[in-house]
């Protein structure tokens, strides 16, 4: 049942995000925008880690999860630092996916040719 939870999670915020792609002139970069500023408020009042609970790893997924990590490291850290954590645990659990998206895109950019 857990599969099948994750499978339809998935499933709706890719049904919602074509909905919003084509009945407004919002761009991607602006659909994908405004899922990680739902999913870091979702965290803000511990909403989303109850999604978690009830779905699993299929709420780790989508795009609202980056917000989600977000805000749950820059919570954390400030938990313990005081303010400047803030700044400091925003990157502490998305640090690997950052660093990962810059490596590829810029091996990328030195195999392949950009189209006119």
Sequence with gaps: M??????LFCGFICFISQIILDNSKLTPGHITSILVVIGAFLDTFNIYDEIVRRVGGGALIPITSFGHSLIHGALAKAESVGIIGIFMGMFDLTAAGITAAIIF????????????
């Design 2 to 7: 857990l599969l099948f939870n994750s499978f």
């Design 105 to 116: 895109s810029f091996i990328n950019t030195l195999i392949f040719n950009p189209k006119d």
